[in-house]
């Protein structure tokens, strides 16, 4: 169903208020949707024809994906011909489950950039309708479902991830090469019959069991419900809705979602009779040894600073094994292929200095999900709480890190002049004081950084830093920020 003209307020492109830092900031996101207003008429902007011809010296975009290991499916050869001889508008959707986009959701990030970056158009989709349901793809049960405040907030949320991260991207697509639209604008008015006769009808059973997401669902013991067997067909139709009204030719995901995919080119190819609509998968985010990437000990690795800090991103990609560095540097970031195989190659000559790889992969990673400022707090963060650095150490960089490590407070009279190994303890950083003895004679207990060498070590007021916290250490990695209150 094609929505009403007075329902959208289009931005202007001239005045250049698309998706502008003040639409992205929560606040202002927040009060549009207070006054009910559809998330396409609060990022939005006019576009040109997706089938604009461009030069045929453009970069190939199958062909920069298809070598960096980002294509696991085409639907069609045709696409790899049409990526040099024609602008196209491309998308991928992101359901808000949760307040952020995770770790697994940044390839279709990096994906949207590369088309972008070779001239291409792209569109973000929100499935504020499809979250509702919730994707069976990859699921050994049924999603719980979210109630209206909590979809309206991680909408909110991933809204604001996307913005702040396509806005920095560079591209060559002009200020209106991405939009971000939100299908509960075209599904909130869709009935039931509406939905029975415009896409039911279209829909073969058959086909649809023997999607590989059904299967698996359908021979597990909780099987699956008839809402999440409608999934595909909703997915689908939004690809036939952004065909028809956005000028969409393409859609691309995970590899788990190419049922969804291709009950989108299916459904446009029976209800419009036309071909044109193609489909591309890129490989899930794994480890070396089949495990998801992007699962730390704590839960995902969120992509808003908001719930996971910059420096702990960061030191997610720089605890990367050897065996995946290459492959990640590939995939995740936009290095020239020269200089990655140029770092390959030097991982295995004996000069080779331990973590060259993982740093500029941490390094890119973090520039493109959090800015250049992100990525120098999160260097500032990783120097100065390095055992043994000698950057003079501030609680404003302390603070930064306290919600990514242990923490506790404890008033001024506590601390004061207590003994270094009974705090050890009482803060939890330590088991007992023969532990603490221990790690101290081995070197491996500091103070603010510095390294402490006697048993009879007190706090004092000098070592409180800015008279509001102290950092204690255990080796390199185990980390108590103490808050003097």
Not at 178 to 192: A, I, Q, R, S
Not at 239 to 246: D, I, P, Q, T
Not at 460 to 466: G, K, Q, W
Request: net charge neutral; charged share 25%; hydrophobic share 40%.
């Amino acid at each position: 169903m094609a929505m009403a003209a007075a329902s959208t307020a289009f931005l202007s492109c001239n005045q250049k208020l698309f998706l502008s830092t003040n639409i992205a900031s929560s606040k202002t996101i927040a009060a549009l949707f207070s006054r009910n207003r559809p998330l396409s008429s609060i990022i939005r902007c006019a576009h040109s024809s997706s089938q604009t011809k461009i030069p045929l010296h453009r970069s190939n975009v199958i062909e920069i994906l298809e070598q960096r290991g980002l294509v696991d499916s085409i639907t069609s050869p045709i696409l790899r011909a049409s990526s040099s001889t024609q602008t196209l508008k491309v998308y991928c959707g992101f359901d808000p489950t949760a307040e952020s986009l995770h770790l697994g959701n940044l390839l279709g990030l990096i994906v949207l950039s590369w088309f972008r970056r070779c001239g291409h158009k792209a569109v973000a989709l929100i499935g504020g309708a499809t979250a509702r349901i919730g994707d069976p793809s990859g699921k050994s049960l049924e999603r719980p479902e979210l109630n209206l405040e909590a979809l309206e907030k991680n909408t909110i949320g991933i809204t604001n991830t996307i913005t702040s991260i396509l806005n920095r991207s560079t591209t060559n697509g002009g200020d209106d090469s991405f939009v971000v639209l939100n299908n509960y604008d075209w599904w909130k008015e869709f009935t039931l019959l509406d939905f029975l006769k415009k896409v039911g009808r279209y829909a073969r059973v058959g086909t649809m069991m023997a999607k590989e997401s059904v299967k698996k669902r359908l021979e597990s013991e909780q099987g699956m419900s008839y809402t999440e067997f409608t999934y595909q067909l909703l997915q689908g139709y939004d690809f036939l809705y952004l065909f028809e009204n956005e000028g969409v030719s393409v859609q691309f995901g995970g590899s788990d979602q190419w049922g969804n995919i291709t009950a989108g080119t299916e459904l446009i190819r029976k209800i419009l009779q036309t071909d044109g609509a193609y489909g591309l998968t890129f490989p899930l985010l794994l480890k070396s040894d089949g495990t998801k990437f992007g699962k730390s000990e704590d839960g995902a690795i969120w992509l808003s600073p908001a719930m996971l800090s910059p420096y702990k991103f960061y030191q997610y990609f720089f605890s990367v094994p050897d065996a995946d560095v290459v492959r990640f540097l590939k995939i995740l970031t936009f290095l020239d292929m020269d200089e990655i195989m140029e770092l390959e190659v030097k991982m295995r000559s004996p000069s080779y200095v331990p973590n060259t790889a993982q740093r500029r992969l941490a390094e890119e990673a973090t520039r493109f999900v959090h800015g250049q400022e992100g990525l120098d707090e999160a260097l500032k963060a990783t120097e100065a709480l390095r055992p043994g650095a000698e950057t003079k150490l501030d609680w404003k960089t302390i603070e930064g890190i306290a919600k990514d490590v242990p923490s506790c407070s404890l008033s001024y009279d506590e601390v004061l002049n207590l003994s270094l190994l009974d705090l050890s303890i009482s803060t939890g950083l330590l088991e007992s004081k023969s532990a603490a003895r221990r790690l101290l004679k081995q070197g491996g207990l500091y103070l603010n950084n510095n390294r402490i060498d006697s048993e009879a070590k007190r706090i004092e007021a000098e070592d409180i830093v800015d008279g509001k916290v102290l950092l204690l250490s255990a080796g390199k990695k185990n980390k108590v920020v103490v808050r003097i209150s």
